[in-house]
């Protein structure tokens, strides 16, 4: 999977440094994943929650962080929309 936006990851990483560790290991899963479904994004991830169409949002770091994410399995591309905290998560209530 190619992963587009890894930007929102770098600068997220600059504010969290606690957060670098379980950012790249959500990276190299991400990049060697041979989705067909959505199902198997959830067994790579099975704390991650599909929303329907192509929207997930994935615990990060024993669910410390959240990540909103765009996944087009038959493109094999991740589209990272936001980070957040999982207070910021709770308090934001993050909109598509």
Do not use: C
Not at 21 to 32: C, E, G, N, Q
Request: proline share 1%; hydrophobic share 40%.
């Amino acid at each position: 999977m190619e992963i587009l936006n890894s930007r929102i990851i770098r600068q997220f990483i600059e504010v969290h440094a606690e957060a670098e560790a379980p950012l790249t290991d959500w990276m190299s899963k991400t990049r060697t994943a041979d989705w067909k479904n959505n199902s198997d994004v959830q067994r790579t991830f099975n704390s991650a929650d599909h929303l329907g169409e192509q929207k997930f949002i994935f615990n990060i770091g024993g669910n410390k962080f959240r990540m909103a994410a765009m996944v087009w399995i038959e493109n094999e591309r991740v589209y990272v929309l936001k980070l957040m905290t999982h207070a910021e998560y709770d308090k934001e209530t993050f909109k598509w």
